[in-house]
Each structure stands twice: as C-alpha cells, then as structure tokens.
C-alpha cells in the first residue's frame, strides 16, 4: 500500500541553525501538507502546497519557514534559525487531486525536531 | 475562522465498555468532517469521514453522524478493546474562502482501554 515516507524520523540541532525535513508523498498525489504537534499539545496546520505554489499557510508559517518541491517526488519544509519553540513532531501529509479527493489526508509518521 | 473543539483526556475506560467523544465545530459554509486516530509512534489515518449534514460515518465499529443543528460530530463506539488505545481527532476540512480550504483538527483525546 502506498504511503508518505519522512526523514529523518528524529533530528536534534542547536538553536540559531538550519534543518530541512524530507517527505515523500504518495505518487499520484497532487496536493501537500505540513503540519506540526508540539508534545502533548494538538496538530497545528502550517502550509498546504500545490501545483508548486503554497495554497494556503497559517501565522505560525512565517518567513523562517520555507517549502519547496525540489523534483517530482520530494517535498521538503526548511526552517531557518530554529529557536527552543520549533522542537515538535513535524508531519508531511498528501491527498490525490479532482474525483479521487475525498478530503482524506495521508500522513507520514512524522519527523521529530529537537531544538537544543 | 474555523476551530473543533473537543473533549480533553484523558478517557479511561475497561474493555467491553461504551465510548463516546464529543466534538462541535465552528465553521463558515458546509465543511467535511473527520475523525483521526494516532497509533502510539505512528502518524494520523483517518478512522471516518461525513461530507454533508446527517451523514454517518462508519469504519471498525466506530460512528460518527454529522450534525449540522449542533454543529457536533460525537464520536462513538459501543464495546472498546484494548487494541483501541490511542488519541483520537477530531478535524474538519473548511469549505469556504472565508475558513479557508484547509484540515484542522481538535487537540485529541487520549483513549486507554483496560483489559
């Protein structure tokens, strides 16, 4: 069965530097998600993608968040000057495109920031 | 702006037991709603879905019917098991330019089932 695949599954960094978070969605779909869940707390939207463009995105994602679909099969979330407040578990959604969508999102297992 | 709120966690129940999850909703025109649940280390799947008001979903013994006059979407299930242990979200996909077109999703309930 198809599935979204994320790395790193657990990535540690120290404050004021640089992460890329990597996703693989699932093949034929056209829409992607980020979306991030600080421990214990609830699974917060950050940015929806398509057609290489951001569809839409909230106030957390702001301009130390950036995402991009460097080729036809990766789609990756760069945070910039990561503060302590960015440790969370990041997770890459997808959903197919037209007929086929049926709201369902297909989630990653998620890549877990830690901000040292 | 759109926003689900649902019940906190906790809900400890023994196995064989009733469960229910209460969930309303705040939203601008006709949103699709949705029940998640998280398996300890793993990422969201989706349990149900209703499209349109008074729709039931259905999937694993859990239900769930869409109730546009309370803006509820109560999720039920009438004999837990202990491989039912997990959070559970409650999320809406928005259907307006108002909302947006975007799933958000409740702050989850925790679910431990006792044997």
């Known amino acids: 069965e198809p599935e979204v695949t994320q790395t790193p599954s657990h990535q540690v960094t120290q404050m004021g530097q640089e992460v890329i978070l990597r996703c693989v969605p699932i093949s034929n779909h056209l829409y992607f998600y980020w979306y991030r869940q600080i421990l214990g707390q609830k699974v917060e939207f950050l940015v929806s993608?398509?057609?290489?463009?951001?569809?839409?995105k909230s106030e957390i994602f702001d301009d130390q968040f950036s995402v991009e679909r460097p080729d036809g099969s990766n789609f990756t979330l760069k945070i910039r000057s990561t503060k302590l407040e960015d440790s969370a578990m990041y997770f890459c959604?997808?959903?197919?495109?037209?007929?086929?969508?049926?709201?369902?999102?297909?989630f990653g297992e998620g890549s877990r920031l830690t901000v040292l | 702006g759109n926003s689900v709120t649902q019940m906190e966690g906790p809900v400890t129940l023994s196995e064989e037991a009733f469960l229910t999850i209460n969930c309303t909703y705040t939203?601008?025109?006709?949103?699709?709603l949705f029940w998640y649940v998280q398996y300890p280390g793993e990422g969201l799947q989706l349990l149900l879905k209703?499209?349109?008001?008074?729709d039931k979903g259905s999937n694993k013994g859990f239900e769930a019917t869409y109730r546009k006059e309370t803006t509820s979407f109560h999720l039920e299930k009438g004999s837990v098991q202990v491989s039912d242990s997990a959070v559970y979200f409650c999320a809406l996909r928005g259907a307006s330019n108002t909302g947006g077109f975007k799933t958000i999703f409740g702050a989850g309930t925790r679910l431990f089932v006792k044997a």
């Open positions: 959604a997808s959903s197919p495109l037209g007929q086929k969508n049926t709201g369902e999102l297909f």
């Open positions: 209703a499209t349109k008001a008074d």
């Open positions: 939203a601008t025109g006709y949103p699709s």
């Open positions: 993608f398509y057609n290489n463009e951001i569809s839409e």
